[in-house]
Structures are given as C-alpha cells and as structure tokens.
C-alpha cells in the first residue's frame, strides 16, 4: 500500500486524477472504472473532467461499474446512485452511458441483480482501477463493519451510521434507504489497482484503521492493505491519526522521477 499525504483537498483530488488517468491510459482505450459515490470522489472526478475538456484524456470508449446502488428508491430518485453516477461521472467525463453500469437496487429479484452485476464485470474483463472513498466508520463502498473480507456483491443492511452520515443528501433521516446493493470486498480486491481518497478531520481515525490496524472487518477497508497495488491519497486533515506520517511524506517526496503520478501527464 502506497500512502501519499497532500498538502490540501485539492491536491488529493489533482495527484488522484493523474493517477488514474495514468492507469487509463497505460490500459488504453477500452479501460474499465471502478466509480465510487460519495462526496469524496467528487473533486478527483472534476480533475478527471479537466483532462477530458482540455483533450488530454478520452473516456469514450472506457467502461465504468459503480459500487453499489440504494435498494428501495424509485428508479430515476435523484438521490439513486445510477442518478448520481450519470450526474458526477457519465456525463461530465464524457462517456458512454451504455457503458457505465450501476447495480439493479430497482430489481425485483435482488438476489439475481447481485449475481448479474457480478457477472457483468467478469465479462467486461475485471476493473482496471478502482475509486474508493471510505466511510466514518471503516466502510469501502456499502460493506459495512463485520462484512466478510471476501465477500461478493449482495444487498446489506446500512448501520445507523452510514444512514445518518448520508442523510445530508436527504429531506430527512427517514427518507435514506435501510438496504443497499453493494460491490463486495473480495469483488473490490479484484480490481488489479485501487486509488482510495478521504479528505478531512471526520474521516481520520478510519484512515488510521484502514492503513495501520490490523485487517479486521470491524474495518473493512483494513483489507486493502492485501492488495497488491492499493493507493491512498488523504490530505493533512484526515491523515492526523496516522503514526507514521513523516514516512509516507518522506517517502513520496523521495520517489524516483519515473515513479511519480504527474510524470508524462
């Protein structure tokens, strides 16, 4: 796991991007995206939209599976994360709507929808680069605390937590969904690079947990440190609990030129 501590919000979201665009292209044309809702994607996402304005990145042809999708809204809520998706990703960076893909939280046979999803997935040839951000409480996409490490995409049951942490998206507490249709951690870990992001104090001690804990699924996140090529990008806010931040900024300061994200960008 490589930790990189930047200076402010807006240097995650730039280093982030140029990490990604980096994967894309390295990939080619017909990458496939790991897309994560949230608000800690959002600035990386506008950085990635930049690149594809100015023509220095062309998601034409690129893929996208997002993580996961509420279970229990109506198709076309604004707050459903296909509705999300198209808004943040699908149309700002360009892509092909028919190849960005949510999971089915609308089916009617959930169970089938997880499968599919999987499925789809497998088909297009596996994620190439993974977006996450990660919950107050450990989470990576909706795989809530004591969420089995190798665990496929199914529907959950959303902690209180997460419900109040997304009920600023919301009228109310009570219009956030209880259950989800979520990516699962072994499904995550299959995506052959990952690039986390969390910016702000709120999210410090789940950094923490995620980098220098034990991997333990009372942190789910904790599982990317098994991951051969996990990147996490945080900036001084969120990186305050860590232990060992003078190392991760030594060590990123001292990275062979060739080794850094903004090298032939």
């Keep these: 796991m490589e930790v990189v501590i930047c200076p402010s919000p807006d240097e ?3 280093l982030a991007a140029a990490k990604v665009s980096r994967v894309c292209r390295d990939v080619g044309p017909e990458v496939v995206i790991g897309v994560a809702t949230g608000s800690s994607p959002l600035a990386l996402y506008a950085a990635l939209a930049e690149m594809v304005a100015a023509g220095r990145l062309d998601l034409s042809r690129a893929s996208a599976f997002a993580l996961d999708e509420y279970v229990g809204l109506p198709p076309g809520h604004p707050e459903s994360y296909a509705t999300v998706i198209d808004t943040t990703v699908t149309v700002p960076l360009r892509m092909d709507p028919a190849r960005v893909h949510t999971p089915d939280g609308f ?42 490490l190798a665990s496929r995409t199914r529907i959950k049951t959303l902690t209180p937590t997460t419900r109040e942490d997304n009920a600023r998206f919301f009228d109310s507490l009570d219009q956030v969904p209880t259950h989800c249709l979520t990516q699962g951690l072994g499904t995550i870990m299959d995506a052959r690079q990952v690039v986390l992001v969390a910016q702000g104090e709120a999210k410090a001690a789940a950094v923490a947990a995620l980098v220098e804990g034990p991997v333990t699924s009372m942190c789910p996140g904790s599982i990317l440190q098994l991951h051969r090529y996990a990147t996490v990008l945080v900036d001084e806010a969120a990186a305050a ?13 001292n990275k062979p030129a060739w080794q850094r994200y903004l090298a032939g960008l």
């Design 12 to 14: 995650v979201a730039r």
């Design 107 to 148: 089916s009617s046979d959930i169970e089938a929808a997880a499968k599919a999803y999987e499925d789809a997935i497998v088909q297009a040839g596996g994620v190439d680069v993974q977006i996450l951000g990660i919950g107050s409480n450990g989470h990576v996409g909706f795989n809530e605390p004591t969420s089995s």
């Design 241 to 253: 609990d860590l232990t060992l931040g003078d190392y991760y900024r030594f060590t990123y300061d």
